[in-house]
């Protein structure tokens, strides 16, 4: 069954308008998710906390693979949303293909831009249109520890 949360792009600008219209303040962030760990629950979570409605880019497989290596994704767009949708703290789900999820940003104006913590706000891709229109770009801390690259690493150490 494919969750009501994950949606294109035009469904998800349509869903934000009535959002922002009824006072929702929509927070948005973006990632891989390739194999889901705590960090990601953790990080997940406190970035709903800075708004009312959170979007979640997704790296389609493809973008994955180019960002990541032939390797990744191990697990599929299509199961990775799906896993992601199932989260009460994600409000929308949306894949996108490029490099970057600038289109997507650019599309939602979303009212706080968030990425974990190795990335500077400034840094953060879409920040300056976020920031143009009155938003604000939080860089929150990592998990230390936590990532799907080190759990693949231990996983094949242990092979």
Same mark, same amino acid.
Request: overall charge positive; aromatic content about 6%.
């Given at each position: 069954? #494919?969750?009501?949360?994950?949606?294109?792009?035009?469904?998800? +600008?349509?869903?934000?308008?009535?959002?922002?219209?009824?006072?929702?303040?929509?927070?948005?962030?973006?990632?891989?998710?390739?194999?889901?760990?705590?960090?990601?629950?953790?990080?997940?979570?406190?970035?709903?906390?800075?708004?009312?409605?959170?979007?979640?880019?997704?790296?389609?497989?493809?973008?994955?693979?180019?960002?990541?290596?032939?390797?990744? @994704?191990?697990?599929?767009?299509?199961?990775?949303?799906? /896993?992601?949708?199932?989260? @009460?703290?994600?409000?929308?789900? +949306?894949?996108?293909?490029?490099?970057? @999820?600038?289109? !997507?940003?650019?599309? #939602?104006? @979303?009212?706080?831009? !968030?990425?974990?913590?190795?990335?500077?706000?400034?840094?953060?891709?879409?920040?300056?249109?976020?920031?143009?229109?009155?938003?604000? !770009?939080?860089? /929150?801390?990592? !998990?230390?520890?936590?990532?799907?690259?080190?759990?693949?690493?231990?996983?094949?150490?242990?092979?």
């Amino acid at each position: 069954m #494919v969750s009501r949360k994950i949606l294109g792009l035009k469904a998800l +600008v349509s869903a934000v308008k009535k959002d922002k219209k009824a006072g929702f303040k929509i927070v948005f962030t973006n990632g891989c998710f390739d194999i889901l760990h705590v960090g990601h629950v953790r990080y997940l979570k406190s970035a709903r906390k800075l708004g009312d409605k959170l979007i979640l880019g997704l790296n389609s497989d493809a973008s994955v693979r180019k960002l990541k290596g032939k390797d990744r @994704p191990v697990v599929s767009q299509a199961e990775r949303a799906e /896993l992601l949708s199932e989260f @009460p703290f994600i409000d929308y789900i +949306v894949v996108f293909g490029e490099d970057t @999820p600038y289109r !997507v940003i650019k599309s #939602v104006l @979303p009212d706080v831009l !968030v990425k974990g913590g190795d990335w500077a706000p400034e840094k953060i891709i879409g920040s300056d249109v976020v920031l143009a229109n009155g938003g604000n !770009v939080k860089s /929150l801390p990592y !998990v230390k520890g936590r990532s799907t690259t080190n759990i693949i690493k231990k996983i094949l150490k242990n092979l």
